[in-house]
């Protein structure tokens, strides 16, 4: 079985099951990636957050054209569907499962997933994070 590992470990929780943003003290406003200042009030006392792992879709569309190098697939290109998640506290932008737009709207509940990106010289697949129609999820 070959080696892998996550694209940035700093965007997931310890266990590699949520995203890690952060959270502001000062006004509470919600960030990802974690931020080490807030960026609507520039207060310094942020402290990372897990981040939910349901949310639903905010924005959505289908990526119909090849991503450059290291974002590409390996071997033959496919359309990948990409959103705004919900996740209450903060949007997230990511990837999505699906690349149906037929399958998609707004509102629709979304579960965190990890799928394999790219694989590295080494043979090291390299994974990130994605969401999946809830129903895919489980």
Known sequence: ????????????????????????????TTAFPAQRSCSRCSGDDVSETVLPREGTLW???????EPK????????????????????????????TVADVAALSPGLPVQLVTEPL???DDGTVVHGFAFAPLEDAR
Request: aromatic share 12%.
């Open 118 to 120: 790219f694989t590295d």
């Open 59 to 65: 924005a959505y569309t289908v990526q119909a054209f």
């Open 69 to 96: 190098r290291p974002f590409r697939h390996d071997g033959e290109f496919a359309p990948f569907g990409l959103a705004y998640v919900d996740l209450g506290p903060v949007l997230v932008e990511s990837r999505l």
């Open 1 to 28: 079985m070959s080696a892998t590992r996550l694209i940035d470990p700093t965007l997931f929780s310890e266990d590699g099951s949520a995203l890690v943003g952060s959270v502001c003290a000062d006004c509470g």
